[in-house]
């Protein structure tokens, strides 16, 4: 005989196990530690010593070679350095697309729809009569054999051309994306971290990228005095340098890898905290941090109007309240005809994501 039993709910019998617990500390240490693993390990026993993270049956020595067992951590065997693994950066990235953008699924293809039907690989409600030149896997049997039952009868079953149907398919676009990430000293002044969210973020959005959309391109741009193009499994130790902020080498490098995609929709992100107060005018750079120079602002705005020209929209993602500098993104954006968003570093992610779902829903 069957039935049903109940027993008194234990909330501790669905706790995660302590491994998961502290795993999900530690990464988000190593994102402020910009990769430390050893810093980080610092920290979070000095957090187990005033929050009691851990118990008798499970310490800070045990998760460090779970860390190692589970290959999220390595060893140099000649000088005891420990280092994160490749594995560790990837779950950095997947803590930081959980937490900025909630817990998205998958999709099979990764590619964003539009509303034209056309030559595409997912399958909409619609058909249509079969023409020549058709794939016989696009065929839709069922239609066509109730077609050859109308039209022909049951008892004398056949069919012909005129019977079959077709499936239409959404015709799906891909996007080049270039994100442009300052990294210059007023990243972190004022007593504000805001590197830290700009690389939580852009740790997200690639996973997302990489896992939802991986027909699309990703382009990662760091910019200071100068610019270069980092690779993915570098943001975790991206850092802060003295470096004043030049924009115009982060436009230039942007449209230069953007030109190369063949994608036909591109777009740049750049997430930046200040003016531009930098140019490399051969060898040399001009540099002026007091206020906006002209020199320096026009040549800015003159590569937001070439990217306007090349169909490539600009969303400024501002991280800094001052008027005046809310002014020049203003002026930067309508020179574009992009976008810009203004917020704190707590609601940079969600801006962020929200362009880019918004953006992934038309043809530029």
Not at 23 to 30: H, I, K, V
Not at 125 to 153: C, M, W, Y
Not at 248 to 277: C, S, W, Y
């Amino acid at each position: 005989m069957r039935g049903t039993a109940f027993f008194k709910f234990d909330p501790a019998d669905g706790a995660k196990p302590p491994f998961e617990r502290l795993l999900e500390t530690f990464t988000q240490l190593l994102t402020y530690t910009s990769g430390d693993a050893a810093e980080a390990l610092q920290w979070l026993t000095a957090l187990d010593k005033e929050y009691q993270l851990t118990d008798k049956n499970y310490g800070i020595g045990d998760f460090v070679q779970d860390l190692k067992d589970k290959g999220y951590l390595k060893e140099n065997e000649e000088n005891g350095e420990i280092k994160i693994t490749s594995k560790a950066e990837q779950t950095i990235r997947k803590k930081a697309l959980e937490e900025i953008f909630g817990r998205l699924k998958r999709s099979n293809t990764g590619d964003h729809n539009t509303r034209k039907s056309g030559l595409g690989d997912e399958q909409n409600a619609e058909t249509r009569p079969f023409e020549f030149g058709d794939g016989l896997e696009k065929i839709d049997v069922t239609a066509s054999i109730r077609n050859a039952q109308i039209n022909h009868g049951v008892d004398s079953f056949r069919i012909q051309q005129d019977d079959l149907e077709i499936r239409e398919t959404d015709f799906k676009t891909q996007t080049s994306t270039a994100l442009m990430i300052d990294i210059s000293h007023s990243m972190i002044l004022y007593g504000e971290d805001r590197i830290t969210p700009a690389k939580m973020v852009a740790m997200a959005l690639s996973e997302l990228i990489t896992t939802r959309y991986p027909k699309d391109t990703l382009d990662i741009i760091v910019f200071g005095n100068d610019a270069w193009q980092i690779e993915i499994k570098d943001l975790p130790y991206l850092q802060v340098g003295p470096y004043h902020t030049n924009t115009v080498a982060g436009l230039e490098m942007a449209m230069d890898i953007l030109r190369r995609r063949r994608n036909p929709n591109k777009q740049i992100f750049m997430i930046t905290d200040g003016k531009p107060t930098c140019l490399k005018v051969g060898r040399q750079y001009y540099k002026n941090s007091f206020g906006l120079d002209r020199k320096i602002l026009n040549r800015t705005l003159n590569l937001a109007a070439q990217c306007k020209k090349l169909k490539i929209p600009i969303t400024t993602f501002m991280v800094a309240t001052d008027p005046w500098l809310q002014q020049f993104v203003k002026e930067f954006t309508e020179t574009n005809n992009g976008k810009a968003f203004f917020s704190g570093t707590d609601k940079l992610g969600q801006f962020l994501f929200y362009d880019f779902e918004n953006n992934k829903r038309k043809l530029f």
